[in-house]
T-cell receptor, first 117, second 111 residues
Framework: SAVISQKPSRDICQRGTSLTIQCQVD?????MFWYRQQPGQSLTLIAT?????????ESGFVIDKFPISRPNLTFSTLTVSNMSPEDSSIYLC??????????????FGPGTRLLVL | GQNIDQPTEMTATEGAIVQINCTYQ??????LFWYQQHAGEAPTFLSY????GLEEKGRFSSFLSRSKGYSYLLLKELQMKDSASYLC????????????FGRGTQLTVWP
């Protein structure tokens, strides 16, 4: 199974600033995904990050607010720009893998807990 | 868009069986995931159903009916550690990693 790490694990930030979250996977993957989980809510897909092309954003999310980089097949970053308290959430990266039995599995990183004051 | 519905809360006792239902209305439906999420932790994969029918994995089983837009997660021989949020998520189209989640069902297991 894929092992995913994220940095930072948590942070407290002032409004108006930006934070870049890193996601590292222990194997090469074609696509990486970024999700947000607001307090008491379920997960919402922000964007899909492909290596060598621009990220694809879901409705309600824009590149200026959540720029994404994908420099290689094991790494991606998500930046939360010009933060406001409404951006306080857990941000998770995710990858999908086909295991030896050819079944699909989707793995999540441990998440980055962000509090914006 | 997608409309994914599951109960907000459920309770059960140790050793019992509980069934968590999930209904969905999704264009381009591909498959359905179930995840377990303990408070403060990342979601943990439980199952992925693409074809109709029941798939069993130890104490957990998952069922899918594509024609009815319906799935359930069945948990047997409940243990206290099964107290968690259970998330139903659908995938659409050809990009399998794009998951659309329901609100989650908070399961509390009592002794």
């Amino acid at each position: 199974s894929a092992v995913i790490s994220q940095k930072p694990s948590r942070d407290i930030c002032q409004r108006g600033t930006s934070l870049t979250i890193q996601c590292q996977v222990d194997s090469q993957v074609t696509m990486m995904f970024w999700y947000r989980q607001q307090p008491g809510q379920s997960l919402t897909l922000i964007a899909t990050a492909n290596q060598g092309s621009e990220a694809t954003y879901e409705s309600g999310f824009v590149i200026d607010k959540f720029p994404i980089s994908r420099p290689n097949l094991t790494f991606s970053t998500l930046t939360v720009s010009n933060m406001s308290p409404e951006d306080s959430s857990i941000y998770l990266c995710s990858v999908d893998q086909i295991d030896r039995g050819f079944s699909e599995t989707q793995y999540f990183g441990p998440g980055t807990r962000l509090l914006v004051l | 868009g997608q409309n994914i519905d599951q109960p907000t809360e459920m309770t059960a006792t140790e050793g019992a069986i509980v069934q968590i239902n999930c209904t969905y209305q999704t264009s381009g439906f591909n498959g359905l995931f179930w995840y377990q999420q303990h408070a403060g932790e990342a979601p943990t994969f439980l199952s992925y159903n693409v074809l109709d029918g029941l798939e069993e994995k130890g104490r957990f089983s998952s069922f899918l009916s594509r024609s009815k837009g319906y799935s359930y997660l069945l948990l047997k021989e409940l243990q206290m550690k099964d107290s968690a949020s259970y998330l139903c998520a659908v995938t659409r189209g050809s990009t399998l990693g794009r998951l659309y989640f329901g609100r989650g069902t908070q399961l509390t297991v009592w002794p």
